[in-house]
């Protein structure tokens, strides 16, 4: 089992940028596809993007261009760096391995976007 803890949320503006880290502790991420995922209000948790061991990546459609996944297997961290945010990208963010078997879920970091 990996505690994971999101950070890096805030409220930014429309097209500004934040980057959002994942941190795991208890097992290594290193051979774990790993993943993005958000929750908007009233709407059911959906996965944003996912990275390889091999640091192969896969995004939603919404997000294709503006956001970018990475991670650090020697910090057992994941990153997802978001650029261009629109109002629609607001949800709490988590990360999880990006298969079907997941770990228990943190407690995500919120993200909004407003003006």
């Known amino acids: 089992q990996v505690q994971l803890v999101e950070s890096g949320g805030g409220l930014v503006q429309p097209g500004g940028s934040l980057r959002l880290s994942c941190a795991g502790s208890?097992?290594?991420?290193?051979?774990?596809?790993m993943g993005w995922y958000r929750q908007a209000p009233g709407k059911q948790r959906e996965l944003v993007a996912t990275?390889?061991?091999?640091?192969?990546?896969n995004y939603r459609d919404s997000v294709k261009g503006r956001f970018t996944i990475s991670r650090d297997n020697a910090k057992n961290t994941v990153y997802l760096q978001m650029n261009s945010l629109k109002p629609e990208d607001t949800a709490v963010y988590y990360c999880?391995?990006?298969?079907?078997?997941?770990?228990?879920w943190g407690q995500g970091t919120q993200v909004t976007v407003s003006s």
């Open positions: 208890g097992s290594s991420f290193s051979i774990y596809v």
């Open positions: 999880n391995r990006g298969g079907p078997i997941k770990w228990d």
């Open positions: 990275i390889t061991t091999d640091n192969k990546t």
